[in-house]
């Protein structure tokens, strides 16, 4: 049975601290009334019988409320703030998102999150099985075809990127080597008994971020936590260097390419308020003294070239890796950019990812995953990985037209809050909860439409308290949830597999009352996992 304990610190408002939990898994946490909190002052909290101010602080199994001396404590916010800066922890503003001459703090949590360490370790454990699917996704011709069939009839992006994924397999792939970076994503499902179990929401094939920024937000959690006297518990914050681990790969691929002087070229977006956590990555390559060049789709359709044997050229210099970090929404595309990404897809360059691996990312995809003998057809012999990743599938369902359809979106018509509608979309910000869905289903019930959508089952985590750090907003404390992301990267010349790693991780919170967004979005934050 779940277990509940209350601690009492005395008599008067804001004393109590509440621990709640999800069977063994605990989590503690504060009912806290503070006083006035605001962006330049200091973070603190009242006892009204004692006039001292603490700071009621959870973190795990409630280490770090343990023995808190009876004395002043105070949590500067600006304090925070400054050690986030110091380790790079950055973004353009919304303002100049384009100029690095004014830069603030990337949003983040004051406290790292607790984790479950079984739960934590199950997401690495999967993370190269999960890596060797998508790879095998990529390569399945027939595969592609039939799952994203009646989705390319009625969503126009699949269909424009599917059309040049056909056209490039006709045309015969001038690319030998490939390199996958994804992430994995997840959160902590608490199920009916009350016991966490890891679910995952999506795996991101094409321009998963904060692989930089999180390699350095560790250090700014340990930096508070010895502002607060837990240098113990500081210290056990787990090392965590994803954009080495990233460049790792991107570095592997340039040298399989076999070209000393062709460089590496970043896609990026028109607006880059996250370039700094690209340049951990870029400045990781640098210092294998890789070249470095940062383009856009508009800069290859006007400057990009093949030769006769369809090596890549941009402004004279050979391009022997091409890393996307755009091109998985429509809105990056014009006629224009379509042209550049098929010149990209045709070239012999090592695309990160090829456009077959980027629809191996497909919602649809994801969904047709999770029928019954679908990763034994495409991981033959692999018995172990298959149970694996299946343990962590939450429900998927087809809503293509048919009788299994139109049980399925009647079904999530009655309950709506059971489930969540997915869109062939990445980016976050995109999915449909509660009463939204419902609406939307009901309009397409009997249509086409649906099939570019499938259903999950709503992952419920148990939520837990922390401070929500963003510059120029009120400081409050928030209910949150956390996502936990693994990152993987993969090699892989001809046939021979020649790297696969999980290359480390990120975790992201944010409050409850947001359903769906991530960082990028301006709806989740920063965060580092406190195992227990």
């Known amino acids: ?85 110091l380790q790079g922890v950055l ?14 703090y990337a949003p983040f949590t004051l406290l790292p999150s607790a984790v479950p360490s079984a739960l934590f370790q199950q997401a690495y454990a999967v993370q190269q099985d999960f890596n060797l699917l998508v790879d095998a996704i990529s390569q399945n011709k027939e595969f592609l075809e039939h799952t994203l069939a009646s989705t390319i009839k009625v969503d126009d992006f699949t269909a424009r990127l599917f059309s040049i994924y056909m056209q490039v397999l006709e ?84 040298e399989l390419y076999g070209s000393q002087s062709a460089v590496v070229m970043f896609l990026v977006e028109e607006v880059q308020r996250n ?51 755009e091109g998985y929404v429509p809105k990056n595309y014009d006629q224009q950019n379509w042209e550049a990404r098929l010149l990209l897809e045709r070239s012999r360059a090592v695309k990160c990812p090829d456009i077959a691996t980027q629809l191996a990312g497909t919602k649809k995809v994801q969904q047709e995953l999770s029928r019954p003998g679908t990763l034994e057809g495409l991981l033959p012999g692999r018995a172990e990985a298959v149970a694996r990743m299946r343990a962590t599938f939450a429900g998927l369902y087809s809503l293509d037209l048919g009788e299994e359809g139109d049980k399925i979106a009647a079904m999530a018509i009655a309950d709506p809050d059971r489930f969540v509608l997915k869109p062939q979309r990445e980016g976050g910000g995109n999915n449909l909860y509660g009463e939204e869905l419902r ?34 907003s ?4 928030s209910e949150c949830i956390s996502e936990l992301g693994i990152f993987g990267v993969y090699v892989r010349q001809g046939k021979e597999m020649v790297m696969n790693e999980a290359a480390g991780h990120l975790l992201r919170t944010k409050a409850i009352e947001h359903a769906d967004g991530g960082v990028a979005a301006g709806v989740a934050v920063l965060d580092t996992p406190y195992l227990v």
């Open 1 to 85: 049975m779940p277990l509940e304990r209350t601690i009492s610190l005395g008599k008067g408002r804001g004393r109590e601290l509440r621990r709640e939990t999800c069977s063994t898994f605990a989590l503690e946490s504060a009912s806290i009334q503070h006083d006035e909190i605001c962006p330049t002052k200091s973070m603190k909290l009242l006892i009204p019988d004692t006039q001292t101010s603490h700071d009621l602080i959870s973190v795990g199994d409630g280490s770090i409320l343990k023995n808190v001396p009876c004395k002043p404590l105070l949590v500067p916010q600006q304090g925070d703030a400054d050690a986030a800066l």
């Open 91 to 104: 973004m353009r503003t919304e303002g100049e998102p384009n100029a690095s001459d004014v830069v603030n």
């Open 171 to 254: 045309e015969g792939l001038a690319q030998s080597v490939f390199l996958g970076i994804n992430r994995s994503d997840y959160m902590f499902d608490c199920g009916v008994d009350g016991t966490p179990s890891l679910k995952q929401i999506e795996i991101n094939t094409i321009a998963a971020s904060f692989g930089g920024l999180t390699s350095r937000t560790a250090a700014v959690h340990g930096q508070v936590l010895k502002v607060l006297g837990k240098s113990e518990e500081a210290s056990r914050l787990l090392p965590n260097n994803p954009s080495k681990g990233l460049a790792l790969g991107i570095a592997k691929a340039w």
């Open 275 to 325: 370039i700094f956590d690209q340049r951990c990555v870029e400045n990781e390559l640098w210092n294998r003294n890789i070249r470095v060049i940062r383009k856009r789709f508009r800069d290859v359709f006007e400057k990009g070239s093949l030769d006769d044997a369809k090596r890549l050229y941009m402004d004279g210099q050979e391009v022997a890796v091409v890393y996307y970090r």
């Open 439 to 472: 609406q939307v289903l009901e309009k397409i019930r009997d249509s086409p439409e649906r099939t570019s959508y499938i259903l999950m089952d709503k992952i419920k985590p148990q939520p837990a308290k922390n401070y929500l750090l963003r510059a120029h």
């Open 474 to 477: 009120p400081l409050q404390v």
